[in-house]
């Protein structure tokens, strides 16, 4: 696997295992707006540019805000129009805010 990139000072890295056509990216900690505003977004976007596949890994994020899974609706949505397939495995924290706003993606 390649370089652990520390994306912000409240726990969140970015894990990155390439391979031709595929990428993992691996949150950890708190998920929350002030963290998206570290670029977690370009980071996902690029990899949707850059490679078929995409998996998202959240299990171990112990904290999420509607702000974040707003980004990843988006992101998925954008993954869907570039026929890319993007998927995410989420923590219990992420799940339950997922069902407290009624959200499935």
Known sequence: MGNLLELSEHHITEERGYT?????????GALTINELSGGVFDDLRDALARFDELMVDMRDVDRVDVAAIQ???AARKES??????????????VADMMSLIGVRI
């Open 71 to 73: 980004m990843f609706i």
């Open 80 to 93: 869907e129009e570039k026929g890319c397939c993007m998927t995410l495995i989420t923590s219990e924290a």
């Open 20 to 28: 031709d056509m595929a990428e993992t990216i691996k949150y950890k």
